[in-house]
């Protein structure tokens, strides 16, 4: 899935991710201002096609973001 530039400030957006005890947490991060969406778990390292990856693109691209 792509994934747009923030919708803030129009900057490049990546995929950033933290090991948990039981999986992933997956969000979606601009590198610019630092917009965010909310966290997702992921049972799997995330990437774009993986179940928490495509929940945080979607989350995203719909501006639902929150700041940081």
């Given at each position: ?16 991710y ?9 969000w ?10 909310r ?18 693109i ?7 973001y929150?700041?940081?």
């Amino acid at each position: 899935m792509k994934i747009n530039n923030c919708p803030a400030c129009n900057g490049p957006a990546a995929i950033r991710y933290t090991k948990g005890l039981q999986g992933f947490h997956v969000w979606i991060q601009c590198k610019s201002c630092g917009f965010k969406t909310r966290e997702f778990d992921d049972k799997q390292e995330p990437t774009e096609n993986s179940t928490g990856g495509k929940f945080a693109i979607i989350a995203w691209n719909a501006a639902k973001y929150t700041t940081t």
